[in-house]
């Protein structure tokens, strides 16, 4: 499963972006989707993830950020607003193992190849 995730930049704090990922397959609404983020030097970490009982944000950017999807375009987004300069990372959208997939990395079993989010202050 190769997923294509794109709309990432550079913005100046405060601004917003939108990422998109794009998956392929007629089972694409059946899977949880999550957005990972890894900023230089650090670990992968959670940041969002819609599935069949809502929609999970990472404290760091709940009330900023939204995920969304489109089934009948097998895509996913997330909307980030208000950004700052630590949310600038490298953004990784992933599918997950089931329709109830969390935050864990590992209940992600296909990954993007990161999309780039620079936030100037």
């Known amino acids: 499963v190769q997923l294509q995730a794109s709309g990432g930049g550079l913005v100046q704090a405060g601004g917003s972006l939108r990422l998109s990922c794009a998956a392929p397959?007629?089972?694409?609404?059946?899977?949880?989707m999550g957005w990972f983020r890894q900023a230089p030097g650090k670990e992968r970490v959670f940041v969002a993830t819609i599935n069949w009982s809502g929609t999970y944000y990472a404290d760091s950017v709940k009330g900023r950020f939204t995920i969304s999807r489109d089934n009948a375009k097998n895509t996913a987004y997330l909307q980030m607003n208000s950004l700052k300069p630590e949310d600038t990372a490298v953004y990784y959208c992933?599918?997950?193992?089931?329709?109830?997939?969390?935050?864990?990395?590992?209940?992600?079993?296909?990954w993007g190849q990161g999309t780039l989010v620079t936030v100037s202050s």
């Open positions: 397959g007629r089972t694409f609404r059946n899977y949880a």
């Open positions: 992933a599918r997950g193992n089931g329709a109830y997939s969390g935050r864990a990395y590992d209940d992600y079993a296909y």
